[in-house]
């Protein structure tokens, strides 16, 4: 480093005996950092990529300005361009849904390729319409059926869910909806307090369940002949013509503690589902009845 | 420490890089620096096109990136992107080798095989050709351009262009049919991003040989700071014997001062160590960071002392306790065997030993299992409990092969697959076919009254029918524990 001293410098660096490099004037402990100058080559991508930076501020949009922001030269937009992806993807789909379109849930289910295209989107369809009520997996809860076991208050074959699935429970104005109305025997007068407690009782003993010390049998028994039986069958077997559950099976679902058979006997059950019919189309309905049978509980 | 005073704004920003003009050498490590060169760019433009039947369905090349489909071929290995711990293997023995060769000879991999070194030197070369020896390349560059000095430039620029080019070219043909993809290059038919990949190939090739050349060892690469950490004073460096070049004086004095009895070095300072490095360093100086180890200077030396008529090997690979040693009049030693090298040998040996056992007992076919989280158990109408479980199964043969799907772990345990039809014995039958795998969604089923915890393991097994290959997996099977 030849350095011309004509004036005398009020910031004299420093400069290290070893390497006859100048120092910045940094001290710490008596280590002094070098001041190296930096590689040509450094420098310069350094300042290419400054240079850089105003051909993107001209390029694409990057000024926020008070409700907008620049729009860059290019007008590009992540909006447009996901677009363009969306549509392209639409389009992608369209050749595979057409399969569909044309098959029933059945003929899907017997087509290695069809039933794939069914799974992936009946899934994202139930993630998107059902999984609120249902659950992720369609497991359900109290007052929702799980879809992944073998009970089935309307039946559980492709047709069946299909048919559930388009018209809905209990829905007004679809004449082919699912209706079931159990009377409200508590509220409407029709069996007392202990009479209910009685068939309550009766209910458990026919699903091989305990019942309480007390309870009246014999009395429920005659009361669930002359009042229950109908629908629910002699042995309560359930009718899944008119939507009356098993209740001599493991699964409840409203629940089979007496609490809960007092309530349902008191006030009645009425769960109702949304008619999907119309609101998705026949493909994704499809799929989710494809979907729903494979869950596991499928007949 | 200088008290010397400089202004620190007196100080550029940046420092200028000087050019190093290396002067050809021959000898023997040149020699072996062409045969290595040869070789490798040899195996890297034409391996490609080696072809390696694996029967139909399956690629014929020999090595093969098969990105579209998830496969890797390497002769007759054939790897899965699961098992792409392979290359963990590989670059840990990569890591291991380089401490290794570090070791026992320094920075043997910088002079003779990185990449950098041998396309530099390829490039050295195409330089040498149009525009002469050092000197005159030195003197063509200070002299004001002419036509000679411009076609002369052109030419090497367009011959690196054009080494550059087909360096990038021959490395998109690991990626795909290597024949298929020259013709459709040819006809310019070829995916978008070979082009794309050539073009920054050629770009990286061109500027890191041609124009950053020993820059690229001395700033870009981490090697030399880690191998500066690894060296010790018992690996074979290229080295200055001081203990016999010191003091330098030339040949005449040389004859002066032994006729009085003083001492005089070998070195004659004619400075053909420096002329010939390709990083353009004073090996005189000691062991340095920026020293490739080329050997090149070791040439170069050695013809001057020959024409001067003095022992060769005044530069040679050396151990830094040797000079010493000589110094101080005792015998050199070497020892390549040592404590470290021997661990570097053991630890290559294991995890190549290791990686060799693993391919020679390679299954054809595997089993992953991953329980169904939502719901995690369901209650069927007779009180029997069910897990729900995604199967995927491999097969790695180039045929369709059936496996049977089992279940073991609890009493009266059963298996069902969802659209797959059982065999007589009620074992679901999944037929995978040839390289690929498939998923299926899988129903396992405790009957009622078998005492459940929250969690058991259970085992679910797949045979191949026909070959009679097992694999299984374990898993758990969930249920609503401690309540009967």
Same mark, same amino acid.
């Given at each position: 480093m030849d350095q011309h001293h004509d004036v005398p410098k009020i910031h004299a660096a420093h400069i290290d005996a070893v390497t006859g490099q100048a120092t910045t004037g940094h001290e710490w402990d008596g280590i002094r950092e070098l001041n190296t100058p930096l590689p040509r080559w450094w420098l310069g991508i350094f300042y290419a990529t400054i240079i850089w930076s105003f051909g993107y501020w001209i390029v694409y949009p990057a000024w926020p300005l008070l409700t907008d922001a620049t729009r860059g030269v290019f007008g590009y937009a992540t909006r447009s361009d996901i677009t363009v992806q969306m549509n392209e993807l639409k389009a992608q789909r369209a050749a595979l849904a057409a399969g569909m379109a044309d098959a029933t849930p059945a003929q899907i289910k017997a087509d290695p390729t069809l039933f794939q295209i069914a799974m992936a989107q009946g899934k994202a369809a139930f993630g998107d319409n059902c999984a609120a009520c249902h659950g992720v997996g369609g497991a359900g809860g109290k007052g929702y059926p799980n879809l992944n076991d073998d009970d089935w208050l309307w039946g559980g074959s492709l047709d069946a869910i299909m048919q559930t699935l388009r018209h809905g429970v209990r829905v007004a104005g679809h004449d082919e909806t699912r209706v079931s109305q159990m009377p409200a025997f508590g509220r409407d007068g029709m069996l007392k307090r202990d009479e209910i407690n009685a068939v309550a009782n009766h209910v458990r003993e026919l699903a091989g369940l305990s019942t309480e010390p007390k309870a009246n049998l014999a009395l429920g028994r005659k009361l669930f002949a002359d009042n229950c039986a109908a629908c629910h069958g002699p042995a309560a077997k359930g009718n899944q013509e008119m939507g009356a559950p098993n209740l001599t099976d493991a699964i409840s679902l409203y629940g089979m503690d007496v609490a809960s058979l007092t309530e349902t006997i008191t006030n009645s059950r009425g769960g109702v589902m949304p008619a999907w019919g119309g609101r998705l189309d026949e493909t994704t309905l499809k799929a989710l009845t494809v979907y729903v049978h494979s869950l596991g509980g499928g007949q | 420490m200088s008290t010397a005073e400089a202004d620190p704004d007196d100080i550029p920003l940046f420092a200028a890089s000087r050019k190093v003009y290396p002067q050809s050498v021959s000898g023997p490590y040149r020699r072996a620096k062409w045969l290595i060169l040869f070789l490798c760019l040899g195996i890297y433009y034409l391996l490609p096109f080696l072809r390696w039947d694996r029967g139909p369905h399956l690629p014929n090349q020999a090595v093969l990136a098969d990105l579209a489909n998830n496969r890797f071929y390497f002769f007759f290995i054939e790897i899965w992107p699961q098992e792409v711990y392979y290359f963990t293997g590989l670059l840990i023995m990569a890591a291991f080798a380089l401490f290794l060769m570090n070791a026992v000879a320094g920075r043997v991999w910088c002079g003779y095989l990185c990449p950098q070194t041998v396309w530099t030197d390829l490039f050295l070369a195409v330089e040498r050709f149009f525009e002469g020896d050092r000197r005159e390349r030195m003197r063509r560059d200070e002299a004001p351009w002419t036509i000679d000095k411009l076609w002369r430039k052109s030419a090497k620029h367009a011959v690196w262009l054009v080494i550059a080019w087909w360096t990038g070219g021959a490395w998109v043909l690991y990626f795909a049919d290597a024949p298929t993809l020259v013709r459709e290059l040819a006809t310019f038919t070829a995916p978008i991003s070979a082009y794309v990949w050539i073009a920054i190939l050629t770009f990286t090739t061109y500027s890191l040989a041609g124009i950053m050349r020993e820059q690229v060892c001395k700033f870009m690469c981490p090697w030399p700071r880690i191998q500066a950490a690894l060296t010790d004073d018992e690996a074979l460096n290229v080295t200055y014997r001081y203990d016999r070049g010191e003091p330098r004086v030339s040949v005449k004095q040389a004859q002066k001062l032994k006729a009085q009895g003083a001492p005089a070095g #070998? +070195? %004659? #300072? +004619?400075h053909q160590c420096v002329a010939v490095c390709p990083v353009g360093i004073d090996i005189r100086e000691g062991a340095q960071l920026d020293c490739i180890q080329c050997g090149l200077c070791i040439d170069a030396c050695d013809t001057v002392m020959t024409k001067i008529d003095r022992p060769k090997?005044? %530069?040679?690979? #050396?151990?830094e306790i040797n000079v010493k040693r000589r110094m101080a009049g005792k015998p050199p030693v070497y020892r390549p065997l040592r404590t470290r090298t021997l661990i570097y040998a053991a630890l290559i040996l294991v995890v190549g030993g290791a990686m060799i056992w693993q391919l020679a007992t390679r299954r054809t076919a595997d089993i992953s299992v991953l329980h169904e989280r939502a719901p995690l158990f369901v209650t069927l109408s007779d009180g029997s409990i069910r897990n729900a479980y995604a199967v995927r199964l491999l097969n790695k043969r180039p045929e369709v092969r059936p496996f049977a799907l089992t279940v073991d772990g609890l009493p009266g345990i059963r298996i069902d697959a969802v659209g797959v039809a059982p065999t007589a014995d009620l074992r679901p039958v999944v037929a995978v076919d040839p390289d690929s795998s498939r998923e299926v969604r899988v129903l396992v089923t405790v009957p009622a009254g078998v005492p459940l915890e929250a969690s058991q393991p259970i085992t679910i097994t797949a045979s191949d029918l026909f070959a009679g290959e097992t694999v299984h997996a374990t898993d758990h099977f969930m249920a609503r524990g401690g309540k009967p």
């Open positions: - | #070998d +070195c %004659i #300072d +004619c090997r005044l %530069i040679a690979y #050396d151990t």
